[in-house]
């Protein structure tokens, strides 16, 4: 299992336009083939910063992911509402086991 954490912080401006645009990112990501999880979380205490955890079947279906037209018209949409460059760090995940 491949395993994504995406951490983002995004200006306090645009943080429903973010949302909304994550939510659609995710509701085609979820339809992948190879995809297990596509989580966008927010940060109670600071609201700005967000974590997308990205779980898929393989390595290269993950990949594929960054391939799709609906990842790459969210990083476009959302790459000048960072207040910082966003940092992807790959796992692999251990547990639960793939079935």
């Known amino acids: 299992m491949q395993v994504t954490i995406v951490h983002v912080e995004v200006k306090s401006e ?3 336009d973010f949302i909304e645009a994550s939510r659609l990112n995710h509701e085609a990501s979820i339809r992948e ?8 979380l927010q940060l109670k205490d600071n609201p700005c910063k967000f974590v997308l955890y990205e779980s898929y079947k393989t390595k290269e279906d993950a990949t594929k992911h960054k391939e799709t037209s609906h990842y790459l018209k969210w990083r476009e949409t959302v790459a000048d509402w960072m207040a910082v460059p966003r940092q992807g760090v790959a796992y692999t995940g251990l547990f639960p086991h793939d079935s």
Do not use: S, T
């Open 33 to 40: 083939q190879g995809n297990f999880r596509f989580d966008v």
């Open 14 to 16: 645009y943080i429903d």
